[in-house]
């Protein structure tokens, strides 16, 4: 991602209704689905936008978004996409050191961890 969009990208969801509602007491737009295929929709067109600088993607769709998620994550002009637990989700949350792990190939130093 160039430093550009990173300053003045702006941040969307992409998740069930609970967690978009939630975001968006926050100041942060997004877009609320209801299944796998619309959620694969709306991350396409949030990766697409210029000026999209993150992409927050609620737990419930992000497993049958993971190629996508893992795609954008070594594309360097794509936001970055994080994913975020929804209301009453699972607590089950993949540490960041370790989806670096995955993603990037390499086991990471243990002073990251």
């Known amino acids: 991602m160039d430093a550009q969009r990173a300053r003045r990208g702006r941040i969307v969801a992409v998740g069930p209704p609970d967690t978009v509602l939630g975001l968006g007491l926050l100041g942060i737009e997004g877009t609320a689905v ?3 295929s619309e959620a694969a929709v709306a991350l396409d067109r949030a990766l697409a936008a210029s000026d999209v600088a993150m992409v927050l993607v609620g737990q419930a769709w992000a497993s ?3 190629e996508r998620i893992e795609a954008a994550a070594v594309d ?3 936001p970055l996409v994080v994913e975020v637990p929804d209301p009453g989700g699972a607590a ?3 540490p960041l050191t370790e989806r670096v792990e995955r993603v990037l190939g390499v086991r990471l130093g243990a002073a990251l961890r």
């Open 76 to 78: 360097a002009d794509s």
């Open 64 to 66: 049958d978004l993971r």
């Open 92 to 94: 089950d949350v993949v």
């Open 34 to 36: 209801a299944n796998p």
